[in-house]
Each structure stands twice: as C-alpha cells, then as structure tokens.
C-alpha cells in the first residue's frame, strides 16, 4: 500500500508543478484563445487532431465548443474533429493508405484562411516514423494555408517546426503532458465562453 500512496503522490506533485509553469505561460494560453476568437468571427473553421489519448482529449475540446462549455444558451462554434467519419477513414485507408486520410479529409473540408489545432505528447519524428499522419497534416496545411496551432510537450518534435503558434509543455512525462493540455483546453473554452453569446 505504501509503494502505491508513494506512487501517487509523486504523479500529484509532478501535476502540481507541471500546472504551476502553466501559469507562468498564461499569456500564450491567451493569445490562442485570442486567435481563435478572431478566426471565429472572420466565419473560418477550426480542425482538431491528435493521436490516441490526444484525440479522445481533442475530442472532448471540440464537444465543449459544438455544443457547451459552462455558458449553456451560448452559440455553438465551428470546431471540426477530424478522423471522425470513420466509413471515410477505413475505406481511405483499406484502399489507398492510413498515413493520407487526414489530408484528404481536411483538403474536402478546409479553405484558405482556416485553423488547423494538431495535439502531440512528443511532436513527431520523421526518421522514426513517429505521429508521421500528424506530421504529413502539418505539411499540407501550409499548402492549403491554413494557420497551424500545435500542443506539444517532450522535446516539442517536428510538427512545431510547421506551426504559426505553438505551446510547449516542458515535460517528458505524457500523462503529466496530457493532463496540462486538458487544462488549457478548459481555459480556452472558459475564454470563448466569455467572448460569445
């Protein structure tokens, strides 16, 4: 019992401390907040993605602002989860490949002038081949001009090398990455909620 006490405890200061240095970063979380507020109201979507447990939090961002964060009368707002037409993703991938759904998906969907937001624990690897659909997103929406937000934390990765704005959580640790991007996922929502009626 006293390995496992240990055990969370030390999961506990290192969220502690991890939430502490978001802090620090409260102005970046603004900024974004603030782009996206704008993008907003220019008319322009918002596309979300990440892999694995940063889709399912992806995932749980979006429903937030589609439907509602805490203001429940405000209006919904146009955020996107890609990879969620699953008969488009199995049939695109069963016959051409995995790695290029998301740019064909996001080329049908997206214009000039939308957001992409791409969610990442590690940032991506080209020469490991690590979150390389991310990586291959991340290229093309330079090509289709879309402005590029990413959440990134380990050593930030390739996919920061693509973005207009970027937020870097200093950990090596992914539940403690996850964990720091679910809150700046709710203060964003607290944000809009603010900004929209």
């Known amino acids: 019992m006293n ?3 240990r055990i969370f405890s030390n999961h506990l200061i290192k969220t502690i401390s991890a939430t502490k240095e978001l802090n620090l970063k409260i102005n970046e979380i603004i900024k974004i907040a603030d782009f996206l507020k704008k993008k907003i109201i ?6 979300v993605y990440g892999n694995g447990g940063s889709y399912a939090d992806g995932s749980h ?6 439907s509602t964060y805490k203001k429940k ?9 890609l990879g969620s037409n699953l008969p488009s993703l199995t049939a695109w991938s069963n016959d051409n490949d995995y790695k290029t759904f998301l740019i064909r998906e996001i080329d049908a969907l997206s214009s000039e002038g ?20 991310l990586l291959n997103l991340a290229k093309f ?16 990765g390739a996919i920061g090398k693509f973005s207009n704005i970027k937020f870097h959580t200093n950990s090596n640790n992914t539940p403690i ?12 929502s607290e944000y809009l909620d603010k900004n929209f009626k």
């Open 3 to 5: 390995s496992i006490k």
């Open 42 to 47: 220019k008319k322009k979507k918002i596309f």
């Open 61 to 66: 961002f979006v429903a937030e602002l589609v």
């Open 73 to 81: 009368n405000r209006k919904a707002l146009p955020f996107i989860m």
């Open 114 to 133: 939308d957001v992409l937001i791409l969610i990442s624990t590690s940032g991506g690897n080209i020469k490991t081949n690590q979150s390389i659909n």
């Open 141 to 156: 929406s330079k090509k289709k001009k879309l402005s590029l937000i990413s959440f990134l934390g380990k050593k930030e």
């Open 177 to 188: 990455i996850q964990e720091n991007q679910q809150i700046i996922f709710h203060l964003i």
